[in-house]
């Protein structure tokens, strides 16, 4: 399973746009990039995956550059409810599939 | 959907007792997977099901842990005797066994935090 990094911590300010980057080197043909949301108090829940290129929806975007080593959530006018701890996770979905989730990323939204 | 049900939300036990967690996974999933969190460790994969059948269970710390799934509407999670290095927040998730293009991601469950005195 490929590794990802991810900046341990983020701080922003509402209204601003909120970018992680997460490096994920040795990514394999087959796997996709997916990203969770975690709030405290529940579980991690499914915000936007992707293959390549970009990706949108009502959350955020996803963006992939054509070697795939990387890859970068964009949040559009975060807001304080938006604080919470984001994963970056590498896998082939299906069959196959298990999530190992890393260390995270804790975006904190200041008002 | 009601989503992915846990139960209890909290337990309490003393160390040395039994503890049993549960899991409903959303209807038509035939994935299951057992995760559990601390500040220390971060998020662990324990085990997971594909159509009740445990397929990968190297994440189990130890023999005192073991999971069931008797059949695709319900799992268990059991820790016999319990430690207080168990005190953790225990997810359960579940998805489709091969996701289209709705169905991407895991659904977890609310959790249940675990506190062994």
């Known amino acids: 399973l490929a590794k990802t990094t991810q900046p341990i911590s983020m701080d922003s300010y509402e209204g601003q746009e909120v970018n992680i980057t997460c490096s994920h080197n040795n990514i394999a043909t087959n796997d996709y990039i997916t990203w969770y949301q975690q709030f405290p108090s529940q579980g991690p829940r499914f915000i936007i995956q992707?293959?390549?290129t970009k990706v949108t929806n009502e959350v955020a975007s996803l963006f992939i550059p054509a070697d795939r080593k990387s890859s970068t959530l964009s949040l559009p006018r975060v807001s304080l409810s938006d604080t919470a701890v984001y994963y970056c996770?590498?896998?082939?979905?299906?069959?196959?599939?298990?999530?190992?989730f890393g260390q995270g990323t804790t975006l904190q939204v200041k008002p | 959907d009601a989503g992915v049900i846990q139960s209890p939300r909290h337990e309490v036990t003393e160390m040395g007792q039994e503890v049993t967690l549960r899991c409903k996974p959303i209807?038509?999933?035939?994935?299951l997977f057992w995760y559990r969190q601390t500040m220390m460790r971060g998020l662990e994969l324990l085990i997971y099901f594909n159509n009740n059948v445990p397929i990968d269970d190297s994440g189990m710390p130890e023999d005192r842990f073991s999971a069931k799934m008797p059949n695709a509407s319900f799992s268990t999670l059991k820790i016999q005797p319990s430690e207080p290095r168990d005190s953790a927040v225990y997810f359960c998730?579940?998805?489709?066994?091969?996701?289209?293009?709705?169905?991407?991601?895991?659904?977890f469950g609310s959790g249940t935090r675990l506190t062994v005195v």
């Open positions: 996770l590498v896998g082939e979905p299906g069959n196959t599939g298990k999530l190992i």
């Open positions: 998730a579940s998805s489709p066994q091969w996701p289209g293009p709705e169905d991407y991601g895991y659904t």
């Open positions: 209807s038509g999933h035939n994935s």
């Open positions: 992707g293959y390549k």
